[in-house]
């Protein structure tokens, strides 16, 4: 039988991977500790072992075998922002594929794998990553933590970050993101993909990953921060960060333990086949962790925009406490609103009313929290520099994507427009404008420091922004409109009348792209330029 | 309280109130149309049943003298139907955006939905749940007869 040969090869190449990762993680260490013998550092988790005067901050080789927390932090991002460039590969790609009806440029099969790497590893890979590489390098000195933050446990986190980011991409697996259950198990090429399963490993790799950071983020935010430092005097990053790192506790287990049905199910299928209609039961437990890692995508970015907001306003946030509560509140609704995503699959009116209104309560935090932001614009004289202009577009295109949004826990409007391109213009405004783009408004603001006092070329980073920005609108207008006339999503060809709306959101895709390859030049190049800057940065230091 | 917690009490309110009756729409909408969304097969389905299977890649639609087409819905307008759908495989989703309808295909798992047609014409039929390798082949027209 091909299948268990294959699982045999897979598997057998699986743990050799898993054996060598350990291994040169252990010959790192000791080369770590010769590295480290020159000064005074101790291994133990003492008290101010790691002092923060310290760590390094800028971008190194060196990052990837030493452990302080801003090493660590150093490891996701540039993980991350390869993660994020392989996806855009995937992302621009289908976007060519799509100009004409029919396939072309890549075959479905071709275009289902893109399709499914392009979510998996902008979800997993790109906007976690990302979030846990910036908690991990601004929470110890937002924080002023003295202490260890656990190094050892979140390098082997890391690693494992990176092996689940590696299975994904060369698992070529064509289940989307969803996995959902009966098409997940067809090993076949037409199905889920010869190695689906390995790409749900991966998953499960990341998933541990992020769901172990979240309990070492709760411990420096809770138990190491400086004594000093009340409650009351958090930075509203750290706030963001606590409401992410309970959104991701409360969660990811759900559906890693639905992942692991779906692996046994392969073997031997008892949790989902059966008389009743069981397939949904994946869908059910894949969305209680589904729609949080939205929020857990957005919820860091509002932090950010908290801290950054006041330095390039010249005023303090107009609220600190209700955008705490705005946070909080996120945190409890956004838990609540899963079965949203499953208006459509005939689970009950009481199911739809339930969930419909609940997605309409969480928009009054969301509200909350932007109405916060403008009246911070509001109140002092705006500093239009290069992350400013991503910290205002990111709120515009958070008001379009939360309205688009909201007109889908309408349930009667949800059945016209679940499942088209409306659906993906709704996220792709959130996840372009908001998290990616306070993403890279942190990375420009932290770029001294990361460079170790060189500076970006001002004018490229403008291009850049221009470019996202208008790329964006370009690629997602077109697909709002053609979704609200039924033009369907995940398709790799499509009926002839949707041909303009498609045409031009493959203009707009390519835009997006060449102003991605901007960032990518002007990051790399401006590595090389000489040392203007003293290697300070706005973020790093506590708002209050 | 100073004016800053009033203006902030004044637009959470605004927001509260537009949110209250967006929602209480809503569920009026839903009680007043449960035959109109997708809901597990009940007993006495109204006006002329239509079985639907989807399969990859194909829809199959079976009426009630027996006969049965693929990836064509024929139909008379103003006839009220109820698709009884269900799937082969893996989930589909049989969408036709014209009227507005959209039902989840799970095998074992049958779900009704009615509507009626009014205008005659030819519309598009299509599936939204990504479901293989030709998922956007799986799509055909609707046909409403006068």
């Not at chain 1, 770590?32 to 013998?37: A, P, S, V």
Request: with cysteine; aromatic share 16%.
């Amino acid at each position: 039988m091909s299948f268990s040969f294959q699982l045999a090869i897979f598997g057998s190449t699986l743990a050799v991977l898993f054996v060598m990762g350990f291994l040169l993680y252990f010959f790192a260490q000791d080369y770590r500790k010769k590295l480290l013998t020159g000064t005074q550092v101790s291994q133990s988790k003492t008290e101010n072992n790691l002092m923060l005067s310290r760590m390094r901050r800028e971008i190194s080789l060196s990052a990837f075998i030493l452990d302080d927390s801003k090493s660590i932090g150093i490891r996701y991002l540039i993980t991350s922002l390869i993660f994020f460039f392989i996806g855009g590969l995937a992302g621009v790609g289908m976007r060519i594929s799509l100009w004409f009806p029919n396939p072309t440029f890549l075959t479905p099969v071709q275009y289902n794998i893109l399709l499914t790497e392009h979510g998996t590893l902008m979800l997993y890979g790109w906007a976690s990553g990302s979030i846990l590489g910036l908690g991990y390098y601004l929470l110890p000195s937002m924080l002023k933590i003295r202490r260890d933050s656990l190094g050892v446990v979140n390098s082997i986190m890391f690693w494992f970050f990176l092996l689940g980011g590696l299975l994904i991409i060369f698992s070529k697996s064509s289940a989307t993101w969803y996995f959902y259950y009966p098409l997940t198990d067809q090993l076949t090429e037409t199905g889920g993909g010869m190695f689906s399963f390995a790409t749900l490993i991966g998953i499960l790799f990341i998933l541990t990953s992020l769901t172990i950071s979240s309990v070492i983020f709760l411990k420096m935010i809770f138990l190491d921060r400086d004594e000093n430092m009340g409650l009351s005097r958090l930075p509203l990053f750290a706030w963001s960060i606590v409401s992410t790192a309970i959104l991701i506790i409360s969660s990811a287990p759900i559906s890693m333990i639905a992942d692991g049905m779906v692996i046994y199910d392969l073997i031997n299928p008892v949790f989902f086949t059966g008389s009743n209609g069981t397939a949904l039961g994946y869908a059910i437990m894949f969305w209680f962790w589904g729609h949080p890692i939205v929020y857990v995508a957005v919820l860091p970015a509002f932090g950010l925009i908290y801290e950054l907001l006041p330095k390039y306003v010249g005023k303090p946030v107009y609220s600190y406490s209700s955008g705490v509560i705005g946070l909080l509140l996120l945190l409890v609704f956004s838990a609540t609103v899963w079965g949203h995503h499953l208006f459509n699959s005939g689970l009950g009116t009481v199911w739809d009313i339930l969930f419909s209104t609940t997605s309409f309560i969480v928009v009054i935090p969301s509200a909350i929290t932007v109405f916060n932001w403008i009246a911070t614009l509001w109140s002092g004289r705006i500093r239009l520099t290069v992350p400013m202009m991503f910290i205002i577009n990111a709120i515009v295109d958070f008001i379009i994507g939360g309205v688009t949004g909201v007109m889908q826990s309408d349930v009667g409007i949800n059945e016209l427009i679940h499942g088209t391109y409306w659906v993906t213009a709704h996220f792709h405004f959130i996840l372009l404008g908001m998290t990616t783009g306070m993403a890279f408004a942190a990375i420009y603001v932290l770029y001294p420091t990361l460079s170790g006092g060189k500076m970006y070329n001002i004018n490229m980073a403008r291009a850049h922004f221009i470019l996202t920005a208008a790329g964006t609108y370009v690629m997602t207008i077109p697909w709002a409109l053609g979704g609200f006339l039924g033009m369907p999503r995940r398709v790799a060809g499509y009926f002839g009348i949707f041909q303009s709306y498609q045409d031009a959101a493959a203009i707009g895709g390519i835009i997006l792209g060449l102003g991605q390859l901007i960032f990518l030049i002007n990051f790399t190049y401006s590595m090389y330029s000489p040392t203007i800057h003293s290697n300070e940065n706005i973020l790093e230091e506590a708002s209050l | 309280m100073n004016n800053k917690t009033i203006l902030e009490f004044i637009w959470i309110g605004g927001v509260v109130i537009i949110l209250a009756w967006a929602a209480i729409a809503n569920a009026s909408y839903i009680y007043s149309h449960q035959d109109n969304i997708a809901n597990p097969v009940a007993n006495d389905p109204s006006g002329t049943v239509i079985n639907v299977t989807g399969y990859q890649w194909g829809w199959q639609f079976t009426y009630q003298n027996g006969t049965t087409t693929t990836d064509k819905l024929i139909l008379f307008s103003n006839t009220t139907y109820t698709l009884i759908v269900t799937s082969k495989d893996v989930i589909h989703d049989l969408y036709i955006p014209k009227f507005g309808i959209q039902v989840y295909a799970v095998a074992g798992h049958p779900n009704q939905i009615s509507f009626k047609p009014t205008s005659p014409g030819q519309y598009i039929m299509e599936c939204v749940e990504y479901c293989g390798e030709y998922h956007y082949e799986m799509r055909g027209v609707v046909v409403v007869l006068p």
